[in-house]
C-alpha cells in the first residue's frame, strides 16, 4: 500500500470544503486503504482525505494504532447527527506540524455516515474519539483546529510557519 504525501498548513486544499462522494467505488475503497496505511505511519489517529489532496467527504479513523489492535473505521459522507457536552482536549494535526494548542469541542458526538460497501453506518463516540471525529469532520469543511483557537496564538503560529518556510527555502534554493 503507498504511504500519500500528507499536505501541511498552508495548502490552499486545506482550507476548501469537500465534495459529497456520490458513489463508492474501488478507486475511493483504495484511498481509504491508502489513507488508513497514511495515518498508521505517519503517526496518527485519524486522517481526512483534503490533507492527502482528495477533495473528498472521506475520513479514516483508528484510535488504536498498536498493530496488534487495529481496527480502523472508514467514513464516508460522514454528519453529526446529535452533539452533547464539551471537553477541552490539546490537539495535534498532521497538516500542522510542530503546534499543539487546547481546542474546546463537544464531549459527546453520533456521526451518521456510509461504509465501504455503501452501507449506512453510525459511529457514537466520546471523549478522545469524539474530539477525533470532529477534528476529522472539520477538515472535510476546509477548517484546521488553528480556526478554532485564539487569533492571537493563531498569529504566532503562522508566524513561526512562515520563517521556517523561509529558511526552508534558504537551505535548499
Ligand atoms: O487529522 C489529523 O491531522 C490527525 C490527527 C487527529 C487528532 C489528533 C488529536 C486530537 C484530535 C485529532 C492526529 O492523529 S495527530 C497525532 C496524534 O494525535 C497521535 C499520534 C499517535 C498516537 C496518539 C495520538
Ligand atoms: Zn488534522
Redesign the pocket.
Known amino acids: 500500500m503507498p504511504i500519500l504525501p500528507i499536505l501541511t498548513f498552508p495548502d490552499p486544499v486545506l482550507s476548501r470544503p469537500c465534495r459529497q462522494v456520490r458513489e463508492v467505488t474501488d478507486e475511493l475503497r483504495r484511498l481509504a486503504a491508502d489513507m488508513t496505511e497514511t495515518?498508521y505511519q505517519?503517526?496518527?489517529?485519524?486522517?481526512?482525505a483534503p490533507?492527502v489532496g482528495h477533495d473528498l467527504r472521506l475520513v479514516v479513523v483508528d484510535l488504536s494504532?498498536r498493530e496488534e489492535g487495529r481496527e480502523p473505521v472508514a467514513l464516508v459522507n460522514p454528519r453529526i447527527v446529535e452533539a452533547e457536552g464539551s471537553l477541552i482536549?490539546?490537539?495535534?494535526?498532521?497538516?500542522?506540524p510542530e503546534f499543539t494548542c487546547d481546542v474546546s469541542r463537544f464531549s459527546r458526538v453520533k456521526v451518521e455516515a456510509t461504509d465501504l460497501e455503501g452501507r449506512p453506518m453510525t459511529v457514537e463516540g466520546e471523549g478522545?474519539l469524539a474530539?477525533?471525529l470532529q477534528?476529522?469532520l472539520d477538515?472535510l469543511e476546509g477548517r484546521l483546529?488553528l480556526d478554532r483557537i485564539s487569533p492571537l496564538k493563531r498569529a504566532l503560529y503562522k508566524k513561526r510557519r512562515l520563517k521556517q518556510a523561509k529558511q526552508d527555502k534558504q537551505d535548499k534554493p
Not at 42 to 48: D, W
Not at 89 to 96: P, R, W
Open positions: 495515518m505517519a503517526p496518527g489517529i485519524g486522517l481526512a490533507q494504532p482536549f490539546e490537539e495535534g494535526c498532521l497538516s500542522v478522545v474530539v477525533c477534528h476529522e477538515h483546529f
